[in-house]
């Protein structure tokens, strides 16, 4: 049964295959923890415009998952593999993987370019060749590459109003990356890599081995009070977002940022301790997830998708 049939039949998707590929989407994202939380959280969008979040989130979650499971010697093959696949369906315009499917199908529907997917994918390609970033500019580069053809995908959907809307949008996926980075750095750091930029870590006198040990020193704290300010900063900026965007999708955002100022506040009310994970906010986690879901579940979901 579809979680949301409604969604489907208004948003003109009759064909049965092409019915399926949506609901894989849509289970692929409820399946984890925090994709759940994207697909609960468009019930406050427009019914005709749901579906196609769940093919953008599917996609960039499935894209992202290959680079964070499975054996790490057979990720760059695997993912070189799906690179092609999406290149070849492209060029094709057609695909018999349902993500895919789904994807193309939200692209021709919204207008989205074959130039901001393809870019989309190559952005992921930097986590399999670069593991730090020596400076914030680095690290932005980094959030632009992969964020950036994001932010243009949704707002095809979204509907933008004006020309602020990209910059706003794009400043509210690079704070919640900064705050996701925070909460995820001790494990990051156990894989081998850090998004924290080495300046700011030097800055306060941190190492990759401080990281890992996962415990909360002085030096941490002050770096995290670093971080947040840089990220408050972003906020200030971020907040307009929902008033750039078609009104019948603010809502969703509004609750985005909510979720986010909530996470925030509770951090500083915390005196910045981000070693006991993002705290559980009530109504307020019911909104968009962070990018990176938990591993545990990503190479389960991978192969429960029926894609190969």
């Keep these: 049964m579809y979680l949301d049939r409604r969604a489907l039949d208004r948003a003109g998707i009759r064909d049965s295959e092409l019915r399926e590929a949506y609901e894989v989407c849509r289970k692929l994202l409820f399946g984890s923890e925090d994709g759940a939380l994207l697909i609960t959280s468009t ?6 415009k749901r579906p196609h979040l769940w093919a953008l989130g599917a996609f960039h979650w499935y894209t992202d998952t290959l680079l964070d499971s499975g054996d790490p010697a057979m990720r760059a093959e695997r993912y070189r593999a799906w690179c092609s696949r999406v290149d070849t ?21 919204w207008g989205i370019t074959m130039a901001d ?5 190559e952005g992921y390609r930097m986590d399999l060749a670069i593991t730090e970033y020596p400076t914030y500019a680095d690290l932005e ?21 004006t020309g602020e ?15 996701d ?10 894989l081998g890599r850090t998004y924290v930029p080495l300046e700011d870590l030097h800055a306060f006198g941190l190492t990759l081995t401080d990281l890992c040990r996962g415990g909360l020193t002085p030096a941490l704290r002050a770096l995290v009070r670093h971080e947040v300010a840089r990220v408050r900063a972003l906020w200030a900026y971020a907040n307009g977002v929902v008033n750039v965007v078609e009104p019948g999708c603010r809502m969703w955002l509004e609750r985005i940022v909510a979720y986010y100022t909530a996470v925030l506040d509770d951090l500083e009310r ?3 301790d981000v070693t006991t994970g993002k705290p559980r906010l009530g109504d307020a986690r019911m909104l968009v997830g962070v990018r990176r879901p938990r ?12 894609v190969h």
Excluded: F, K, W
Aim: aromatic letters at 4%.
């Design 43 to 48: 019930l406050l969008l427009p019914p005709h």
């Design 89 to 109: 369906d492209l060029e094709v315009g057609q695909s018999g993987h349902p993500v895919c499917a789904a994807m193309l199908h939200t692209a021709r529907t």
């Design 117 to 121: 997917i393809r870019a989309g994918i």
């Design 141 to 161: 580069r980094y959030i632009d590459a992969v964020d950036g053809p994001c932010v243009r995908m949704g707002l095809c959907v979204l509907e933008p109003l």
């Design 165 to 179: 809307a990209y910059g706003r949008t794009l400043a509210l996926a690079t704070a919640m990356q900064l705050i």
């Design 181 to 190: 980075i925070l909460y995820d750095m001790a494990e990051d750091a156990r």
């Design 270 to 272: 915390r005196d910045y």
């Design 295 to 306: 591993r545990s579940s990503r190479q389960n979901l991978v192969g429960q998708s029926h």
